[in-house]
């Protein structure tokens, strides 16, 4: 159980366009998804966090008008990064949580962005 | 920001046990402390957690001291497939996590 997959797990577009990436929780309904960013040989960035029915939440320096989040469902939730340009290739990863007082938040596999 | 501080690298034969240590001075009295790992090119997968208590499962064994100011991630049998980026990590009060560098354990045969 827990299982958390992402689509796609790899894109690669050209500078301007915009690209959407989906986080969904297969087997449980997360009533929170964080998105994060990493680039090579650095650590995870909390981006956002995602609540199903509201809106995102954005970490201090990230654009929302850039990294739109919607969490349509409790089990799925899209990033669509805007007019991307080659500073925003990187490794985006979602992860779904259930909720409680300790409950785990449990990853995707990652989607690797490449802006030409 | 990540409230916790681990060694950048730690290596351990394969068949022994990895001790990997974790200081969370500043751990307020309802955070938990997690465990991931993360593996080159894949999303982190979760390892463990507690609170206050020791725990184990299949996987490992969290060692919380009595002032929660550090814990250690025991893994009791390394094999080669444990090679991966550890990140000890605080669950803050908006249940976010905030990753600091984590170690990377070099598992060798």
């Known amino acids: 159980g827990a299982v958390v997959s992402q689509h796609p797990s790899w894109v690669i577009c050209k500078s301007g366009t915009s690209v959407k990436i989906e986080c969904r929780s297969l087997?449980?309904?997360?009533?929170?998804m964080f998105w994060y960013r990493q680039f090579p040989k650095q650590s995870l960035m909390l981006m956002a966090t995602s609540n199903e029915g509201s809106k995102a939440t954005y970490e201090q320096g990230v654009e929302k008008d850039k990294f739109l989040i919607n969490h349509a469902s409790l089990t799925l939730s899209t990033l669509t990064v805007t007019s991307a340009h080659p500073e925003d290739s990187s490794f985006y990863i979602c992860?779904?949580?259930?909720?409680?007082?300790?409950?785990?938040?449990?990853f995707g596999p990652g989607t690797r962005l490449l802006v030409l | 920001d990540a409230k916790t501080t681990q060694p950048p690298s730690m290596d351990c034969a394969e068949g022994r046990a990895a001790n990997l240590p974790c200081n969370h001075s500043t751990i307020s009295g309802n955070e938990y402390v997690y465990w991931y790992r993360q593996i080159h090119s894949q999303g982190p997968q979760y390892i463990i957690h507690?609170?206050?208590n020791n725990e184990t499962n299949e996987m490992a064994s969290l060692i919380i001291t009595e002032d929660r100011k550090s814990s250690t991630l025991i893994l009791p049998h390394a094999t080669l497939r444990d090679t991966a980026v550890y990140y000890c990590i605080l669950e803050d009060n908006f249940n976010k996590f905030y990753f600091g560098s984590g170690t990377k354990l070099n598992v060798k045969p």
């Open positions: 992860s779904a949580r259930v909720g409680g007082d300790a409950e785990t938040q449990y």
């Open positions: 507690g609170l206050k």
């Open positions: 087997d449980f309904q997360a009533t929170t």
